[in-house]
Every structure is written in C-alpha cells, then in structure tokens.
C-alpha cells in the first residue's frame, strides 16, 4: 500500500512543533476523492489555528482533534476517485479549498468533497493556484455580506482596508472589474500591487488615519483589523450598500468566554457596530465557507488574480513556511508536498 505523509500537530501552541507523519494513502469514501497535493498554501488562519485560535466552535466540527493538520488550500492531481464522483478522473489536475477539518492541505495526499474541487486552468502554476480559491471564496462571501455587486458599486467609491494581504488584492481585483473606484489601505510595501491591480487611491496605513478619508464610500471591507471596524463604518456614504469584516472576534469570543457567554458577546459586539453605520447599510461577519458554483468561477479569473510573489517551501521545511506568515514576510507562502 503507498504512504502519504501528514504535516501535524500533536497540540496547541509553539511547544508543539509540526512534524511529518507518514500513514497508509487514505481511500476515497462516496462522493469523494483523493488529490496527490502539489501545492498547499499555508494562510494565515493556518498560523492562529496552530496556537488554539477557534478552538471551542472548530471542535464541536472535529476540526480541532489531534493529531491536527492544517490547511484550507490545494492544487494537485486527482489519484482516487470514490463512488458517485461524475466529471472528475484520475490524472485531472485540480484545484480547491477544504472546510475546516482535522484532515487539512498540508499533506501530500488529501481526502476532499468532490463539490470542492474545480479542474486547473492550464495557464496558472499549481504554486500560483493553491493561494487563491480561500481567499477567492472569502471575498466572495464578503462581497455577499456588504451587498456588493456590479449594481451596487459601479462607479462608486469602495474602500478595502488590509488591501496589501492575501484577501485584499483578491479583492481590490475583483472591485475594479465590478468598475468600483477602489480605495487601498495597506502597508507602503504591497500598495504598488493595489495599484497594478486597479486601485485608484493607495493609502499607507503608517501615514494616514482613517478619521481623514472622506465620508463617500458605497462599501467598506475590513480585512485588516478589528479596532478600525467603527472608522470604516463611519466613512461609508449616507446611501451605502455596506460593510463586511473578516477579523471580527465571533471565534475568539468563544475561545475566551465559552459558548454561551461567548455567543452572547457576539450579539453585544455585533450589536453595538451596527449602531454606527448608516441605517440603510448591510453589516455583515463573513465567514469563509465553501461555494461550488463561486468555485466554479474562479478558473475563468484565476491568471488575473494570482499573487505578486509567492514564496515556496518544501514540506519538510513546513516550521519555515509557518514563521514566513507569522512573521508576515513578503510573499504568499506555499507548500510543496511533492518536494519532501
Ligand atoms: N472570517 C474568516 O472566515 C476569514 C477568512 C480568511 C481570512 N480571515 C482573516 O482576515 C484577515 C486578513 O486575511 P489575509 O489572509 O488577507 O491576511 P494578511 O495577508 O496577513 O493581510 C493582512 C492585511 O491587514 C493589514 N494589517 C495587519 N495588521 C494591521 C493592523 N494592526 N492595522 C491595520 N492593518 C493591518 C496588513 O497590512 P500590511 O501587511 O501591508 O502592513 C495586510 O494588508 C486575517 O486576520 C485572517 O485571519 C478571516
């Protein structure tokens, strides 16, 4: 029987390093199938999860038992398909995002839901793919959460704060083809990629508060920071669509204070932002969750959204790969579980 090996952890926090687990390739039940992983990328999220961030909500999902490997994001090579599984064969080169799970990416074979996987575009490397369908779904769903659409926000004025990260040049891409005048907030370093990718006003994070920026936006996305929340909602337009955050505390507030008291500091939180924008705005806590036909999408803009620069590393190198993105270098970091 061939051998897979699994980035894990054995438990929460920096004392517990990631190592290299070999097991027996695992077999695709019903509706499943197995991709042999050429590129995982590691987000983020992957980083907080690996020191207990969302504990209490990713356990009720079994997504937070040991041993645990992370990782949302896969591209690779169909080589097991389980019964049930239409459109897809072994050889297809693929790509897509997991829900959360003990099972991640960071593997070089991985169990998926054949409704979370989308075949390659010829013309975009795997290194280049794995970074994009998290963040592409993320955005997606914000876009949903803020009310953002061609409609919406043609020739208006949308504002993305943390536009320099992963979700923000996803983001300022997609806003400048929708024909949003897009206003990037972001450290000085990634801001010239904001510009190539559409945005009309650049603004260094470092340089400018947001109390300064005009009161003129349809939309507002938060990707960046959570103490900003009530600044972005006061620069939206009295005739907003909306504003949708990622970085709102749904997860920690669980973590901190347990379900109930947690679930009810949510409405609290929720509550007392949604106070301060403009009664006819949408406020919406995005959640990544999987969407097949957004999925499906994401091959046809995938060459235009592919990242500034991508830093790869070999799975055994994975403890380099986690500290790249703790330490917020440049570069989306990419596994390569090919390369041992
Ligand atoms: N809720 C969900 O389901 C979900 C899904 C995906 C991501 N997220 C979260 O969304 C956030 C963005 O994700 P990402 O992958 O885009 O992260 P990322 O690549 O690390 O980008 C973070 C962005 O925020 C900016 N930033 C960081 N700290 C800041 C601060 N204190 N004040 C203002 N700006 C700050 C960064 O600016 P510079 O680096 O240029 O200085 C950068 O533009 C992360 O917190 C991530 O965990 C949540």
Redesign the pocket.
């Known amino acids: 029987m061939s051998t897979a090996i699994l980035t894990t952890i054995n438990g929460f926090g920096d004392a517990f390093a990631l190592w290299l687990r070999p097991v027996p390739c695992p077999v695709p039940a019903s509706g499943e199938i197995v991709v042999r992983v050429e590129a995982a990328a590691v987000?983020?999220?992957d980083v907080?999860r690996r020191d207990g961030y969302g504990r209490t909500l990713f356990k009720l999902l079994g997504a937070a038992r040991m041993p645990l490997v992370l990782g949302n994001d896969f591209a690779g090579t169909v080589c097991a398909v389980g019964r049930g599984v239409t459109g897809l064969r072994e050889g297809d080169a693929v790509f897509g995002a997991k829900p959360p799970s003990n099972a991640g990416t960071h593997a070089t074979h991985v169990t998926v839901r054949a409704e979370h996987v989308c075949l390659s575009p010829p013309d975009v490397p795997a290194a280049a793919l794995a970074t994009l369908p998290?963040?592409f779904l993320?955005v997606i769903r914000a876009f949903a959460d803020a009310g953002i659409s061609r409609e919406t926000v043609k020739g208006r004025h949308v504002l993305v704060?943390?536009?320099?990260?992963?979700?923000?040049q996803v983001a300022v891409r997609l806003l400048h083809g929708l024909g949003a005048i897009v206003t990037a907030i972001?450290?000085r370093?990634?801001l010239e990629a904001c510009r190539a990718g559409g945005a009309a006003e650049l603004v260094d994070?470092h340089r400018q508060s947001l109390a300064t920026l005009p009161r003129h936006f349809a939309a507002t996305l938060n990707?960046?920071?959570w103490?900003?929340e009530a600044s972005l909602l006061r620069v939206l337009a009295h005739d907003a669509v909306g504003h949708a955050t990622?970085?709102?505390p749904l997860l920690s507030n669980f973590d901190r204070l347990g379900l109930l008291a947690g679930g009810v500091a949510t409405l609290i939180d929720k509550r007392d932002q949604r106070r301060v924008k403009p009664k006819s705005a949408r406020y919406g806590w995005?959640?990544?969750r999987p969407n097949t036909s957004a999925l499906r999408s994401l091959p046809h803009c995938a060459a235009a959204l592919t990242p500034p620069s991508v830093k790869t590393f070999a799975l055994a190198q994975a403890e380099q790969a986690y500290l790249h993105v703790k330490e917020?270098r440049l570069g989306r970091a990419v596994l390569l579980p090919g390369q041992l």
Request: proline share 3%.
């Open positions: 987000n983020p999220i907080r998290y963040n993320t704060h943390g536009a320099t990260g992963g979700l923000g972001g450290g370093q990634g994070r990707f960046a920071s103490e900003d990622t970085v709102h995005t959640v990544f917020r």
